[in-house]
């Protein structure tokens, strides 16, 4: 008798368990450490984003200040899974986060994320107002939504999806609009980016990238 009753006392005592296991609410996604961050993006990522993620050269974003999620994202998809190709298909930045598992770009981004924001300045005063328009009203008549819709009033974004854009380097923010309008840039969730781009003509496009570089 005694050598029975203790199996099926283990076996009462795990489906108790098991139970308490699946009330559980789903583990929370890791939210990255800053300093371990740090020994990647300080040196490697360094060498074009800066150490502190404010690039000085217009071709590489700055990073600084960014939302943790969508640098997290955008790392996510420029890594080739399972040999197909990348979400986002940059031959720098597909190479560049190769080695690194998820755990470490989360600590990228949780690193990259708490850095102070250098902004950029708006150049053209004559492009100004028609770049402050679509950015703040869009353009009822084509469909044009206003930026400020999801980028927010100051171009701060909104976590998790949308990101901060003001401060950015206007030629960055002009290469990714026409990226999203001809669809080399498609990583867009529900295609919120390219939908806008298509309706945009190449002044547009300069002149609210202009305003976005001096937007706080
Ligand atoms: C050799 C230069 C170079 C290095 C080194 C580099 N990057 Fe980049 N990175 C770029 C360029 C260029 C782009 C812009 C790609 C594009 O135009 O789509 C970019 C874009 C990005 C973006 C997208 C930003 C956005 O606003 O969408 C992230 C995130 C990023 N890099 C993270 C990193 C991290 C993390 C490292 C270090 C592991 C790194 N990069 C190293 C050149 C570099
Ligand atoms: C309906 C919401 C929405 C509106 C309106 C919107 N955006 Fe976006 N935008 C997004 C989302 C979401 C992303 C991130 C896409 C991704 O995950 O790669 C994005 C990304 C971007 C990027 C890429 C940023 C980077 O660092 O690479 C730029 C530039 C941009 N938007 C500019 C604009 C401009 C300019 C306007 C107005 C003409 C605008 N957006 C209007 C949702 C929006």
């Known amino acids: 008798m005694k050598r029975l009753l203790l199996p099926s006392l283990m076996a009462a005592l795990m ?8 009330n559980e609410p789903a583990k929370a996604a890791y939210k990255g450490d800053p300093a371990k961050g740090q020994a990647i993006g300080s040196t490697v990522c360094a060498a074009c984003h800066n150490a502190d993620g404010n690039s000085t050269v217009a071709a590489n974003p700055k990073l600084a200040g960014q939302n943790a999620d969508y640098l997290y994202k ?31 770009m989360r600590d990228l ?9 250098k902004g950029e300045v708006a150049k053209n005063r004559a492009t100004i107002e028609v770049g402050q328009k679509l950015y703040r009203a869009g353009n009822m008549a084509k469909g044009l939504p206003a930026c400020a819709a999801c980028h927010g009033p100051a171009g701060a974004g909104m976590p ?8 950015q380097f206007a030629e960055y923010i ?3 609009l026409k990226g999203f309008r001809d669809e080399s840039r498609a990583n867009d ?14 002044p547009e496009i300069k002149a609210v990238s202009d305003y976005v570089a001096g937007l706080r």
Do not use: C, L, W
Not at 15 to 22: G, K, M, Q, R, S
Not at 109 to 117: E, N
Not at 189 to 202: F, G, H, L, Q, S
């Open 15 to 22: 489906a108790v368990v098991a139970v308490a296991h699946a």
């Open 74 to 104: 955008q790392m996510a998809n420029f890594k080739a899974v399972d040999g197909k190709q990348p979400e986002r298909v940059n031959a720098i930045m597909n190479g560049m986060i190769a080695p690194y598992t998820d755990e470490q």
């Open 109 to 117: 981004a949780a690193y990259f994320s708490v850095q102070t924001q």
């Open 160 to 167: 998790a999806q949308y990101p901060r854009i003001g401060g």
């Open 174 to 176: 002009e290469a990714q």
């Open 189 to 202: 969730p529900n295609k919120m980016m390219r939908m806008i781009a298509v309706k945009m003509t190449d």
